[in-house]
């Protein structure tokens, strides 16, 4: 362990990150060891890369952003869904269909200690997200008769109260062989003097590192694998936020084939030029979403012929992938954005600090930064009160409050 130990200060040295070891000696060996490991870990020169990114400002200047083409479902006729529908029925029903869930988050901002997944939405009855969302590949199952596997990204921080949670629940009758778990990875945190952070127990200060993680997680823990020994082609996955998630479609599925396209997403249109949603364009013939924190005001506002919102398809975390896509897609790293948060640290007293402003950056990839690496994608336009009702803030908009209400007005509505 000695010489571990002087080769991780060799490390932290030549990288000016020499305040990882402060604490070192107060720790036990357990601990000791694995804060060797988590040195031994970071790649010091992406971090550093990562670092003088946050001093630069992202730009559209040079890129051609044009509106991306999308079918409505609404105005599909009876024959085209069918059509589109017998395509993807037969896909789910010969075993090529899998559902992935990103379930790495906490239930803090809900006022929830626990695992996201685990929060209790009140719909005539106090039911888990992830018991409603089970309900969902439950009926699924029962309706084409075939078996869809389910696989469900957690985090280091809730991977095994997650586990744990599911084993209390039987796997909701699904099969433990058919429910699988893999953990995403993490990037250290730093301070706005580019240092790495140290946490409450002395260790490194991680944070997840965004879905768009979810292609490298799937690749390292053995999940694309799992997926094509089954003989999985088409995988939907989405967040474990939204109770509405139409995870088995044979609509959207069939829409992908149609089209040749190895990837799909659905949209729902933008409440409005303000609201705070990334939506889907092509950048550089690309498919791609822009955030909305990167959309001018004109593109916010621009209309098509039809009055409506040239730039209005919301992207809702909700796509298919064939899995030649993901395999492909996983081969290279997503890029990082920065995110500037409050983090809570230990400081070189000892003392613990927790902010009351803003004070490190966290790094995070996203799902839809994937989408430049695809020649098309197939968008479906599809009802916001059918199909998204995400659980995000303890109050207000999106809310546990306006998710029960849209949750149990299409269970209403479905059944009559």
């Given at each position: 362990m000695n010489e571990k130990y002087e080769e991780a200060k060799k490390i932290l040295k030549k990288y000016k990150q020499e305040q990882l070891l402060i604490w070192y000696d107060k720790l036990i060996e357990e601990q000791k060891e694995e804060l060797i490991n988590q040195i031994f870990n970071i790649d010091f020169e992406e971090m550093e890369k990562l670092y003088n990114q946050t001093k630069t400002t992202k730009s559209f200047a040079n890129c051609k952003i044009d509106p991306?083409?999308?079918?409505?479902?609404?105005?599909?006729?009876?024959?085209?869904?069918?059509?589109?529908?017998?395509?993807?029925?037969?896909?789910?029903?010969?075993?090529?269909?899998?559902?992935?869930?990103m379930a790495g988050g906490q239930g803090t901002r809900l006022g929830h200690n626990g695992p996201k997944g685990t929060f209790e939405l009140e719909v005539g009855e106090k039911k888990p997200l992830f018991t409603l969302l089970?309900?969902?590949?439950?009926?699924?199952?029962?309706?084409?008769?075939?078996?869809?596997?389910?696989?469900?990204?957690?985090?280091?921080?809730?991977?095994?109260?997650?586990?744990?949670?599911?084993?209390?629940?039987?796997?909701?009758?699904?099969?433990?062989?058919?429910?699988?778990?893999?953990?995403?990875?993490?990037?250290?945190m730093l301070d706005t003097n580019g240092k790495i952070l140290i946490d409450e127990q002395g260790m490194v200060k991680e944070a997840a590192d965004g879905h768009g993680g979810i292609f490298e997680a799937m690749r390292k823990e053995g999940i694309l694998q799992d997926m094509k020994e089954r003989g999985i082609e088409w995988i939907f996955i989405a967040g474990v936020d939204n109770v509405l998630a139409k995870m088995v479609d044979p609509l959207l599925t069939g829409i992908a084939i149609q089209n040749k396209c190895l990837a799909a997403g659905k949209s729902v249109v933008k409440a409005g030029p303000k609201e705070k949603v990334g939506v889907f364009c092509k950048k550089n013939d690309k498919p791609s979403v822009?955030?909305?924190?990167?959309?001018?005001?004109?593109?916010?506002?621009?209309?098509?012929?039809?009055?409506?919102?040239?730039?209005?398809?919301?992207?809702?975390?909700?796509?298919?992938?064939?899995?030649?896509?993901?395999?492909?897609?996983?081969?290279?790293?997503?890029?990082?954005?920065?995110?500037?948060?409050?983090?809570?640290?230990?400081?070189?007293?000892g003392v613990i600090v927790v902010p009351t402003e803003p004070n490190a950056y966290k790094f995070e990839s996203f799902i839809f930064d994937a989408f430049e690496k695809l020649n098309d994608m197939a968008i479906l336009r599809v009802k916001r009160e059918e199909e998204f009702a995400p659980v995000k803030n303890a109050e207000g908009v999106d809310s546990p409050e306006t998710a029960s209400k849209l949750y149990i007005n299409y269970m209403k509505n479905r059944n009559k």
């Open positions: 991306l083409p999308y079918i409505d479902k609404e105005k599909l006729n009876k024959e085209d869904i069918q059509n589109y529908e017998k395509q993807g029925i037969d896909v789910i029903k010969s075993g090529k269909y899998a559902v992935v869930t089970a309900a969902t590949i439950q009926e699924a199952r029962q309706k084409y008769n075939a078996l869809i596997p389910w696989y469900i990204m957690t985090s280091r921080e809730n991977n095994q109260q997650t586990e744990s949670f599911f084993i209390r629940h039987n796997y909701f009758g699904l099969g433990k062989e058919n429910v699988k778990f893999f953990v995403q990875n993490e990037l250290p822009i955030e909305y924190t990167e959309i001018t005001e004109e593109m916010a506002e621009k209309i098509d012929e039809k009055g409506e919102l040239l730039y209005g398809e919301s992207h809702i975390l909700c796509n298919l992938f064939n899995r030649k896509a993901l395999e492909e897609i996983a081969k290279n790293k997503l890029p990082y954005h920065s995110a500037f948060k409050k983090a809570k640290y230990i400081d070189k007293s």
